[in-house]
Protein backbone atom coordinates (compact mmCIF):
# COMPACT_ATOMS: atom_id res chain seq x y z
CA UNK A 1 0.00 0.00 0.00
CA UNK A 2 1.32 3.56 -0.86
CA UNK A 3 0.25 6.47 1.45
CA UNK A 4 1.04 10.39 1.21
CA UNK A 5 0.73 12.17 4.40
CA UNK A 6 0.93 16.07 4.15
CA UNK A 7 0.60 18.36 6.66
CA UNK A 8 2.93 21.76 7.02
CA UNK A 9 4.18 21.03 10.21
CA UNK A 10 4.68 17.30 9.80
CA UNK A 11 4.11 14.95 11.41
CA UNK A 12 1.86 17.04 13.24
CA UNK A 13 -1.41 15.06 14.13
CA UNK A 14 -0.54 12.24 11.81
CA UNK A 15 2.61 11.31 13.79
CA UNK A 16 1.41 8.14 15.08
CA UNK A 17 -0.65 7.22 12.42
CA UNK A 18 2.29 8.02 9.86
CA UNK A 19 4.67 5.82 12.15
CA UNK A 20 2.19 3.22 12.21
CA UNK A 21 2.28 2.56 8.56
CA UNK A 22 5.87 3.47 8.19
CA UNK A 23 6.38 0.23 10.53
CA UNK A 24 4.86 -1.89 8.66
CA UNK A 25 7.05 -4.10 5.83
CA UNK A 26 4.05 -4.13 3.40
CA UNK A 27 3.64 0.11 3.11
CA UNK A 28 5.45 2.87 1.40
CA UNK A 29 5.02 6.24 3.13
CA UNK A 30 5.58 9.49 1.51
CA UNK A 31 5.29 12.69 3.31
CA UNK A 32 4.90 16.28 2.02
CA UNK A 33 5.83 19.54 4.47
CA UNK A 34 6.84 22.77 4.51
CA UNK A 35 9.93 23.39 3.70
CA UNK A 36 10.42 25.56 6.84
CA UNK A 37 9.89 22.42 9.06
CA UNK A 38 11.26 19.60 6.86
CA UNK A 39 13.79 18.55 8.89
CA UNK A 40 13.90 20.60 11.84
CA UNK A 41 11.42 18.14 13.54
CA UNK A 42 11.72 14.29 14.15
CA UNK A 43 9.72 12.54 11.68
CA UNK A 44 9.42 8.68 11.86
CA UNK A 45 11.78 6.37 10.20
CA UNK A 46 11.05 4.77 6.96
CA UNK A 47 9.55 7.54 5.62
CA UNK A 48 10.49 9.60 2.32
CA UNK A 49 9.91 13.18 3.46
CA UNK A 50 9.57 15.82 0.44
CA UNK A 51 9.30 19.85 0.94
CA UNK A 52 7.03 22.44 -0.35
CA UNK A 53 8.02 26.03 -1.17
CA UNK A 54 5.22 28.36 -2.14
CA UNK A 55 6.03 30.50 -4.73
CA UNK A 56 5.67 33.85 -3.16
CA UNK A 57 4.21 35.63 -0.21
CA UNK A 58 0.25 36.73 -0.47
CA UNK A 59 0.06 39.69 -2.78
CA UNK A 60 0.85 43.03 -0.35
CA UNK A 61 -2.35 45.23 -0.75
CA UNK A 62 -4.67 42.64 -1.57
CA UNK A 63 -7.87 42.58 0.62
CA UNK A 64 -6.85 41.75 4.31
CA UNK A 65 -10.13 39.30 4.29
CA UNK A 66 -8.48 37.13 1.29
CA UNK A 67 -4.87 37.28 2.35
CA UNK A 68 -5.06 33.90 4.52
CA UNK A 69 -7.31 32.52 1.66
CA UNK A 70 -4.19 33.87 -1.24
CA UNK A 71 -1.61 32.62 1.30
CA UNK A 72 -3.45 29.08 1.33
CA UNK A 73 -3.88 28.93 -2.51
CA UNK A 74 0.12 29.47 -2.94
CA UNK A 75 0.20 26.53 -0.39
CA UNK A 76 -1.98 24.01 -2.25
CA UNK A 77 -0.34 24.77 -5.44
CA UNK A 78 3.17 24.09 -3.94
CA UNK A 79 2.12 21.22 -2.60
CA UNK A 80 0.34 19.92 -5.94
CA UNK A 81 4.02 20.79 -7.83
CA UNK A 82 5.51 17.87 -5.46
CA UNK A 83 2.42 15.81 -5.98
CA UNK A 84 3.35 16.11 -9.98
CA UNK A 85 6.78 14.97 -9.42
CA UNK A 86 5.97 12.19 -7.36
CA UNK A 87 2.83 11.13 -10.24
CA UNK A 88 5.97 11.34 -12.71
CA UNK A 89 7.83 9.20 -10.41
CA UNK A 90 5.38 6.52 -10.41
CA UNK A 91 4.06 7.78 -6.83
CA UNK A 92 0.28 7.76 -6.91
CA UNK A 93 -0.81 6.99 -2.87
CA UNK A 94 -3.69 4.37 -2.36
CA UNK A 95 -4.73 6.70 0.95
CA UNK A 96 -3.53 10.68 0.87
CA UNK A 97 -3.96 11.76 4.74
CA UNK A 98 -3.85 15.77 4.75
CA UNK A 99 -4.48 18.39 6.99
CA UNK A 100 -7.30 20.58 5.77
CA UNK A 101 -6.64 23.75 7.36
CA UNK A 102 -4.23 25.46 5.34
CA UNK A 103 -4.84 24.67 2.01
CA UNK A 104 -2.61 22.25 1.35
CA UNK A 105 -5.26 19.74 0.05
CA UNK A 106 -6.97 22.14 -2.30
CA UNK A 107 -5.43 20.47 -5.79
CA UNK A 108 -4.54 17.15 -4.62
CA UNK A 109 -7.88 15.63 -5.87
CA UNK A 110 -6.51 17.17 -9.32
CA UNK A 111 -3.32 15.13 -9.18
CA UNK A 112 -4.41 11.96 -7.67
CA UNK A 113 -7.94 11.66 -8.89
CA UNK A 114 -8.14 7.42 -8.39
CA UNK A 115 -6.76 8.11 -4.50
CA UNK A 116 -8.90 8.42 -1.68
CA UNK A 117 -8.27 11.46 0.18
CA UNK A 118 -8.78 11.88 4.11
CA UNK A 119 -9.01 15.05 5.65
CA UNK A 120 -7.73 16.43 9.34
CA UNK A 121 -10.34 18.62 10.42
CA UNK A 122 -9.17 20.59 13.12
CA UNK A 123 -11.58 23.67 13.73
CA UNK A 124 -13.92 25.53 11.87
CA UNK A 125 -14.02 29.18 12.33
CA UNK A 126 -16.80 30.59 13.58
CA UNK A 127 -17.62 34.73 14.52
CA UNK A 128 -19.77 33.82 17.21
CA UNK A 129 -20.07 31.50 20.16
CA UNK A 130 -16.51 30.14 20.21
CA UNK A 131 -13.34 31.28 20.40
CA UNK A 132 -13.76 34.71 18.37
CA UNK A 133 -15.51 37.28 21.15
CA UNK A 134 -15.28 35.04 23.88
CA UNK A 135 -12.53 37.31 25.89
CA UNK A 136 -13.90 41.00 26.46
CA UNK A 137 -10.98 42.01 27.08
CA UNK A 138 -10.19 40.94 23.60
CA UNK A 139 -13.28 42.58 22.07
CA UNK A 140 -14.03 41.08 18.04
CA UNK A 141 -15.13 44.12 15.54
CA UNK A 142 -17.65 43.72 12.25
CA UNK A 143 -14.80 43.36 10.10
CA UNK A 144 -13.49 40.12 12.28
CA UNK A 145 -16.41 38.53 11.80
CA UNK A 146 -16.79 39.35 7.82
CA UNK A 147 -13.25 38.07 7.70
CA UNK A 148 -13.38 34.80 9.87
CA UNK A 149 -16.57 33.81 7.54
CA UNK A 150 -14.24 34.56 4.49
CA UNK A 151 -11.46 32.36 5.80
CA UNK A 152 -13.43 29.51 6.06
CA UNK A 153 -13.56 29.39 1.87
CA UNK A 154 -10.57 26.71 2.49
CA UNK A 155 -12.06 24.79 4.53
CA UNK A 156 -14.82 24.14 2.81
CA UNK A 157 -13.46 23.56 -0.95
CA UNK A 158 -11.05 21.30 0.83
CA UNK A 159 -13.65 19.79 2.33
CA UNK A 160 -15.71 18.97 -0.70
CA UNK A 161 -11.97 17.29 -1.97
CA UNK A 162 -11.61 15.14 0.17
CA UNK A 163 -13.38 11.82 1.03
CA UNK A 164 -14.28 11.53 4.52
CA UNK A 165 -13.38 14.17 7.47
CA UNK A 166 -11.43 13.39 10.79
CA UNK A 167 -11.66 15.32 13.76
CA UNK A 168 -9.90 14.61 17.28
CA UNK A 169 -12.94 15.80 19.41
CA UNK A 170 -16.71 16.14 19.01
CA UNK A 171 -16.67 19.19 19.71
CA UNK A 172 -14.43 20.48 17.08
CA UNK A 173 -16.17 18.42 14.38
CA UNK A 174 -19.00 19.86 16.06
CA UNK A 175 -17.87 23.48 14.65
CA UNK A 176 -18.41 22.28 10.82
CA UNK A 177 -21.39 23.18 9.43
CA UNK A 178 -24.07 20.53 9.79
CA UNK A 179 -24.58 19.47 6.06
CA UNK A 180 -20.63 18.59 6.67
CA UNK A 181 -20.67 16.68 9.54
CA UNK A 182 -22.54 13.18 8.46
CA UNK A 183 -18.68 12.89 6.80
CA UNK A 184 -17.13 13.34 9.49
CA UNK A 185 -15.59 10.76 11.68
CA UNK A 186 -14.45 11.54 15.32
CA UNK A 187 -11.19 9.67 16.43
CA UNK A 188 -8.19 11.32 18.49
CA UNK A 189 -4.80 11.49 17.74
CA UNK A 190 -4.08 9.10 20.27
CA UNK A 191 -2.44 9.09 23.25
CA UNK A 192 0.55 6.58 24.30
CA UNK A 193 -0.24 5.30 27.99
CA UNK A 194 1.93 2.98 27.74
CA UNK A 195 5.14 5.76 28.05
CA UNK A 196 3.34 8.21 29.54
CA UNK A 197 2.68 6.61 33.11
CA UNK A 198 3.09 7.68 36.89
CA UNK A 199 6.29 8.12 38.19
CA UNK A 200 6.72 9.15 41.63
CA UNK A 201 10.93 9.30 40.92
CA UNK A 202 10.68 12.01 38.76
CA UNK A 203 12.51 14.75 39.10
CA UNK A 204 13.00 18.18 36.98
CA UNK A 205 15.53 20.40 37.03
CA UNK A 206 15.21 24.22 37.15
CA UNK A 207 17.57 26.43 35.25
CA UNK A 208 18.87 27.86 38.27
CA UNK A 209 20.37 24.49 39.23
CA UNK A 210 17.76 23.39 41.49
CA UNK A 211 15.71 20.10 41.76
CA UNK A 212 12.09 19.73 42.06
CA UNK A 213 10.29 16.29 42.90
CA UNK A 214 7.13 14.63 43.95
CA UNK A 215 7.62 16.67 47.34
CA UNK A 216 7.54 19.76 46.46
CA UNK A 217 4.31 21.90 46.15
CA UNK A 218 4.59 22.15 42.38
CA UNK A 219 1.98 23.82 40.37
CA UNK A 220 2.85 23.88 36.18
CA UNK A 221 1.04 25.79 33.43
CA UNK A 222 1.82 25.01 29.73
CA UNK A 223 0.85 26.32 26.58
CA UNK A 224 3.01 26.18 22.96
CA UNK A 225 2.63 29.87 23.36
CA UNK A 226 2.08 31.78 26.37
CA UNK A 227 -1.10 33.39 25.26
CA UNK A 228 -4.51 34.78 25.83
CA UNK A 229 -5.91 32.13 23.92
CA UNK A 230 -4.78 29.33 26.34
CA UNK A 231 -5.55 31.46 29.37
CA UNK A 232 -1.78 32.64 30.01
CA UNK A 233 -3.30 36.29 31.20
CA UNK A 234 -6.16 34.58 33.79
CA UNK A 235 -3.05 32.71 35.16
CA UNK A 236 -0.53 35.20 35.53
CA UNK A 237 -2.83 37.51 37.49
CA UNK A 238 -4.40 35.04 39.75
CA UNK A 239 -0.47 34.14 40.74
CA UNK A 240 -0.49 36.71 43.42
CA UNK A 241 -3.28 35.45 45.21
CA UNK A 242 -2.09 31.83 44.63
CA UNK A 243 1.79 32.55 45.59
CA UNK A 244 0.15 34.67 48.98
CA UNK A 245 -1.43 31.72 50.15
CA UNK A 246 0.52 28.96 48.96
CA UNK A 247 4.46 30.51 50.16
CA UNK A 248 6.17 27.21 49.21
CA UNK A 249 4.46 26.84 45.86
CA UNK A 250 7.06 26.29 43.06
CA UNK A 251 5.38 28.15 39.88
CA UNK A 252 6.62 26.62 36.59
CA UNK A 253 5.18 27.76 33.02
CA UNK A 254 5.78 25.96 30.03
CA UNK A 255 5.75 27.70 26.89
CA UNK A 256 7.47 29.99 24.28
CA UNK A 257 6.89 33.53 23.35
CA UNK A 258 5.62 33.30 20.41
CA UNK A 259 1.77 33.29 20.01
CA UNK A 260 0.73 30.20 18.08
CA UNK A 261 -3.53 31.60 17.52
CA UNK A 262 -3.75 35.13 18.53
CA UNK A 263 -1.73 38.43 18.19
CA UNK A 264 1.27 39.30 20.45
CA UNK A 265 0.34 42.53 22.47
CA UNK A 266 0.44 46.21 20.97
CA UNK A 267 2.57 47.33 23.65
CA UNK A 268 5.01 44.74 24.30
CA UNK A 269 7.40 42.12 22.70
CA UNK A 270 5.42 39.40 24.32
CA UNK A 271 2.71 38.22 26.69
CA UNK A 272 5.21 37.31 29.07
CA UNK A 273 6.83 40.76 29.22
CA UNK A 274 3.78 42.25 29.40
CA UNK A 275 2.16 40.43 32.16
CA UNK A 276 5.11 40.15 34.60
CA UNK A 277 5.43 44.07 33.72
CA UNK A 278 1.64 44.14 35.01
CA UNK A 279 1.87 42.37 37.99
CA UNK A 280 5.52 44.03 39.08
CA UNK A 281 6.85 42.77 42.61
CA UNK A 282 3.64 41.64 43.51
CA UNK A 283 4.73 38.02 42.58
CA UNK A 284 7.85 36.43 43.56
CA UNK A 285 9.68 35.69 40.85
CA UNK A 286 12.16 33.15 42.67
CA UNK A 287 9.15 31.08 43.26
CA UNK A 288 8.26 31.81 39.21
CA UNK A 289 10.29 30.01 36.66
CA UNK A 290 9.51 30.15 32.82
CA UNK A 291 11.11 26.97 30.47
CA UNK A 292 10.50 28.12 27.25
CA UNK A 293 9.90 24.78 25.29
CA UNK A 294 11.26 21.97 26.55
CA UNK A 295 12.14 18.62 25.38
CA UNK A 296 9.12 16.08 25.31
CA UNK A 297 10.88 13.95 28.14
CA UNK A 298 11.82 16.99 29.99
CA UNK A 299 8.04 18.21 30.06
CA UNK A 300 6.67 14.25 31.07
CA UNK A 301 8.87 14.59 33.81
CA UNK A 302 7.45 18.09 34.80
CA UNK A 303 4.46 16.63 34.90
CA UNK A 304 4.80 13.89 36.74
CA UNK A 305 5.64 15.96 39.16
CA UNK A 306 3.11 18.42 39.54
CA UNK A 307 0.68 18.57 42.40
CA UNK A 308 -1.30 21.03 40.48
CA UNK A 309 -1.88 21.31 36.86
CA UNK A 310 -4.02 24.06 35.48
CA UNK A 311 -5.33 24.19 31.92
CA UNK A 312 -7.39 27.12 30.36
CA UNK A 313 -8.42 27.43 26.67
CA UNK A 314 -10.91 29.79 24.88
CA UNK A 315 -13.45 27.43 23.37
CA UNK A 316 -10.57 26.20 21.20
CA UNK A 317 -8.84 22.81 20.17
CA UNK A 318 -7.75 20.81 22.37
CA UNK A 319 -4.35 20.57 23.19
CA UNK A 320 -2.12 17.30 23.70
CA UNK A 321 -0.45 18.83 26.96
CA UNK A 322 -4.29 18.16 28.72
CA UNK A 323 -4.28 15.15 28.12
CA UNK A 324 -0.67 13.59 28.30
CA UNK A 325 -0.98 15.34 32.07
CA UNK A 326 -3.85 13.47 32.95
CA UNK A 327 -1.89 10.22 31.51
CA UNK A 328 0.92 10.78 33.70
CA UNK A 329 -1.64 11.64 37.02
CA UNK A 330 -1.48 14.80 37.19
CA UNK A 331 -4.45 16.26 39.08
CA UNK A 332 -6.15 18.81 36.98
CA UNK A 333 -8.29 22.16 37.58
CA UNK A 334 -9.21 23.62 34.31
CA UNK A 335 -11.50 26.10 32.60
CA UNK A 336 -14.89 24.94 31.96
CA UNK A 337 -14.56 25.47 28.25
CA UNK A 338 -15.27 23.52 25.20
CA UNK A 339 -13.95 20.77 24.23
CA UNK A 340 -12.26 20.32 27.77
CA UNK A 341 -16.02 19.34 29.59
CA UNK A 342 -16.00 17.15 26.90
CA UNK A 343 -12.80 15.46 28.88
CA UNK A 344 -13.68 16.31 32.46
CA UNK A 345 -16.05 16.07 34.81
CA UNK A 346 -15.90 18.22 37.37
CA UNK A 347 -15.06 16.57 40.96
CA UNK A 348 -14.93 13.31 38.62
CA UNK A 349 -11.64 13.46 36.89
CA UNK A 350 -10.42 17.01 37.80
CA UNK A 351 -11.66 20.45 39.03
CA UNK A 352 -13.58 22.70 37.21
CA UNK A 353 -13.62 26.54 37.09
CA UNK A 354 -14.92 29.76 34.55
CA UNK A 355 -12.38 30.70 33.08
CA UNK A 356 -12.51 34.49 33.94
CA UNK A 357 -12.54 33.50 37.73
CA UNK A 358 -9.43 33.91 38.73
CA UNK A 359 -10.60 33.52 42.41
CA UNK A 360 -11.49 30.10 41.63
CA UNK A 361 -8.69 29.02 39.84
CA UNK A 362 -7.15 29.77 43.11
CA UNK A 363 -9.27 28.00 44.97
CA UNK A 364 -9.24 25.05 43.13
CA UNK A 365 -5.67 24.65 42.96
CA UNK A 366 -5.54 25.51 46.73
CA UNK A 367 -7.68 22.79 47.39
CA UNK A 368 -5.71 20.33 45.46
CA UNK A 369 -2.61 21.20 47.28
CA UNK A 370 -4.33 21.12 50.41
CA UNK A 371 -6.00 17.36 50.00
CA UNK A 372 -3.48 14.02 49.24
CA UNK A 373 -6.26 12.02 48.83
CA UNK A 374 -8.37 14.67 46.61
CA UNK A 375 -4.92 14.86 44.08
CA UNK A 376 -4.83 10.71 44.29
CA UNK A 377 -7.98 10.09 43.54
CA UNK A 378 -8.59 12.89 40.29
CA UNK A 379 -4.94 11.59 39.06
CA UNK A 380 -5.89 7.98 39.10
CA UNK A 381 -9.38 9.22 37.85
CA UNK A 382 -8.10 11.60 34.65
CA UNK A 383 -5.11 8.69 33.85
CA UNK A 384 -8.05 5.96 33.76
CA UNK A 385 -10.28 8.88 31.18
CA UNK A 386 -7.53 9.10 28.96
CA UNK A 387 -6.36 5.23 28.64
CA UNK A 388 -10.42 3.97 28.20
CA UNK A 389 -10.93 7.13 25.79
CA UNK A 390 -7.51 8.24 24.23
CA UNK A 391 -5.48 5.06 24.67
CA UNK A 392 -2.94 5.25 21.45
CA UNK A 393 -2.52 1.45 21.06
CA UNK A 394 -6.08 0.39 22.03
CA UNK A 395 -8.42 2.77 21.16
CA UNK A 396 -7.10 5.11 18.70
CA UNK A 397 -5.08 3.63 16.34
CA UNK A 398 -7.69 0.52 16.06
CA UNK A 399 -10.28 3.18 14.71
CA UNK A 400 -8.09 5.25 12.60
CA UNK A 401 -6.98 1.82 10.37
CA UNK A 402 -10.88 1.14 10.92
CA UNK A 403 -11.83 4.10 9.45
CA UNK A 404 -8.79 4.05 6.47
CA UNK A 405 -9.62 0.22 5.73
CA UNK A 406 -13.57 1.47 4.90
CA UNK A 407 -12.36 4.39 3.33
CA UNK A 408 -9.98 2.24 0.73
CA UNK A 409 -12.52 -0.21 0.22
CA UNK A 410 -15.54 2.51 -0.66
CA UNK A 411 -14.32 2.42 -4.28
CA UNK A 412 -12.08 4.55 -6.09
CA UNK A 413 -12.58 7.31 -8.71
CA UNK A 414 -11.16 7.34 -12.43
CA UNK A 415 -8.28 6.40 -13.62
CA UNK A 416 -5.76 9.26 -13.10
CA UNK A 417 -4.58 10.59 -16.91
CA UNK A 418 -3.99 14.18 -17.67
CA UNK A 419 -1.51 17.29 -18.30
CA UNK A 420 1.06 17.96 -15.31
CA UNK A 421 1.90 21.29 -16.74
CA UNK A 422 0.90 23.59 -14.02
CA UNK A 423 1.60 27.00 -16.25
CA UNK A 424 3.72 29.85 -16.72
CA UNK A 425 0.99 31.29 -14.41
CA UNK A 426 0.63 29.19 -11.93
CA UNK A 427 4.33 29.05 -11.45
CA UNK A 428 4.22 32.33 -10.46
CA UNK A 429 1.23 33.62 -9.09
Avoid at 33 to 51: K, Q, T, Y
Avoid at 91 to 99: A, E, W
Avoid at 290 to 304: C, E, I, P, Y
Wanted: aromatic share 10%.
Amino acid sequence: MRLLFVHQNFPGQFRHLAAAFAADGNAQVVAIGDHANVGRLPAPANIERLSYRPARAPTKGVHPYLRQVEAAVLRGQAVARQAVELRRRGFVPDLICVHAGWGEGLYLRDIFPASRILGYLEFYYHAFGADVGFDPEFPATLDDQLRIRTWNMTHQATFFAVDRGLAPTRWQAGTFPAAMQPRISVIHDGIDTRRLVPDARARFALADGRTLGCGDEVVTFVSRGLEPYRGFHVFMRALPELMRRRPAAQIVIVGGDTPSYGRRPSDAPNWRVKLLAELGDRVDTRRLHFTGKLAHDAFVALLRISRAHVYLTYPFVLSWSLLEAMAVGAPVAASATAPVTEVIGHEANGLLFDFFDRDALVASVCRLLDDAELRRTLGAAGRATVVDRYDLETVCLPAQRRLIGNLLHAGRGPAAHGDDRLGHGAATN
